[in-house]
């Protein structure tokens, strides 16, 4: 396999945008990573773009060669990937995979998605679960993740302040974030009082309805330096399954899939969870971005909410969690946040993330999980390609 580096990234405001089409966002995405990276359109060889469902969202299907087309890229092959929440994460490694293997030299991965179009989005989020056993039977994904922290906070005494604490971080970050769709500051206090949506999680610990897209040019580490003089080298794509329903799960503190993900992942860069400088974590709700710091490695099981509490995942902390804001504060239009999540690690290894800024970052990490866990996708980043 051939070394593989992202050189360029394009990234759309998120939030409840009216104003914009569907095919104007993931246009503007798109585009703008193909400015950023300096190639000409004639270099672009392919695309792959992650959505869960623009059926449901914006009534279209094809979307991928009405991208192609919309974003004037015919006759290129463009590709949609499907995996609810971590379609983005998978769409990432799909072009990395198509320049890793030497298939093609520069590819987009992308990603989008609309929601606010629908009335209610919770229904076309849910169909994400398992229908039969979790969706049909009245669960959405606010209850079922409410269940998991009911029962962390059972087993291992994590209280409602620290839960809190994930949304305080990822508000504090979003506010230095052009692109994010709620860029205010918050307290433990404001989270806990906010408006319930299921016990014990409040609006605050929920990622919003969100519309936007992302992007990102990914090329062959060889020709990268022909583009830029900073291409962000792509040190490990990882991706594991995991059980869909909770009730089959052996332990629903534990998300197995970002386990095997991750290890995976640390293996093939040659690296420990100690290395990375800043991560980028799949906290749909305040419970899971406190169980991806456990199951990444970077606390004990059962220990996530005191590292929050002791202020160890902030900007400036043992391991800054979310500089983003997270997809509680950055926002979370499902296709679009493992490509999102992918282009704040590109900026943070650049050292363009102004104000959000890790200071000295060199290793990057992206964490996408779709549904609760039936899909994981963890890719590690460098700034130098050895
Ligand atoms: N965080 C902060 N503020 C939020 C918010 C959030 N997550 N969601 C909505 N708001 C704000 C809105 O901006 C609006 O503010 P305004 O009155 O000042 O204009 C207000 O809260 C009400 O917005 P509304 O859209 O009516 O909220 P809602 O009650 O319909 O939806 C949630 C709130 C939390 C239920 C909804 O955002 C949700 O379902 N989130 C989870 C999405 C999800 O499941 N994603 C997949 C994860 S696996």
């Not at 974003?71 to 995996?83: F, H, K, Q, S, Y």
């Not at 692109?179 to 919003?208: G, H, M, R, W």
Request: aromatic share 6%; with cysteine; net charge negative.
């Amino acid at each position: 396999m051939r070394d593989v580096a992202i050189i360029g990234v394009g990234h759309t405001k998120f939030g409840e945008l009216w104003e914009r089409s569907f095919r104007e966002l993931i246009s503007e995405a798109g585009l703008g990573a193909i400015e950023d990276s300096n190639i000409g359109g004639a270099d672009l060889e392919a695309m792959f773009v992650g959505n869960m469902s623009s059926g449901l969202f914006v009534e279209q299907e094809h979307i991928a060669a009405l991208i192609s087309d919309s974003m004037g890229l015919n006759p290129i092959p463009c590709t949609r990937v499907e995996a609810a929440c971590a379609s983005g994460g998978l769409a990432l490694r799909q072009g990395i995979m198509a320049v890793a293997s030497g298939y093609h030299d520069v590819v987009v991965s992308a990603g989008v998605e609309k929601m606010t179009d629908v009335v209610d989005a919770t229904p076309a989020i849910a169909t994400a679960s398992d229908q039969e056993w979790e969706a049909q039977q009245g669960a959405t994904f606010p209850s079922l993740y409410a269940m998991i922290a009911r029962r962390h906070m059972h087993e291992y005494g994590t209280t409602r302040e620290q839960l809190a604490m994930m949304s305080v971080v990822n508000h504090k970050n979003a506010a230095n974030n052009p692109y994010a769709q709620f860029p205010f500051e918050t307290t433990v206090e404001k989270v806990i009082n906010s408006s319930p949506v299921a016990d014990p999680l409040t609006l605050l610990d929920c990622s919003p309805v969100s519309d936007g897209a992302a992007a990102v040019v990914i090329c062959a580490a060889d020709k990268a330096k022909e583009f830029t003089d900073t291409p962000i080298y792509v040190k490990a794509s990882a991706q594991a399954s995991g059980t869909m329903a909770l009730h089959s799960r052996r332990d629903i503190c534990t998300i197995d899939s970002t386990i095997a993900a991750s290890r995976k992942a640390y293996k093939m860069a040659g690296v420990t969870v100690k290395d990375i400088d800043a991560t980028e974590v799949h906290d749909c709700f305040s419970i899971n971005g406190l169980l991806a710091i456990e199951d990444l490695g970077f606390a004990e099981k059962g220990k996530g909410g005191i590292a929050l509490e002791e202020g160890q995942t902030m900007i400036d902390g043992d391991f800054p969690i979310n500089p983003s804001g997270g997809l509680k504060a950055r926002g979370h239009p499902l296709g679009a946040t493992g490509i999102a999540q992918a282009a704040e690690i590109v900026w943070q290894l650049r050292g363009e993330a102004g104000k959000r800024q890790v200071e000295g970052a060199e290793i990057g990490m992206t964490h996408n999980i779709g549904g609760t866990g039936g899909t994981a996708a963890v890719h590690i980043f460098g700034r130098d390609r050895n």
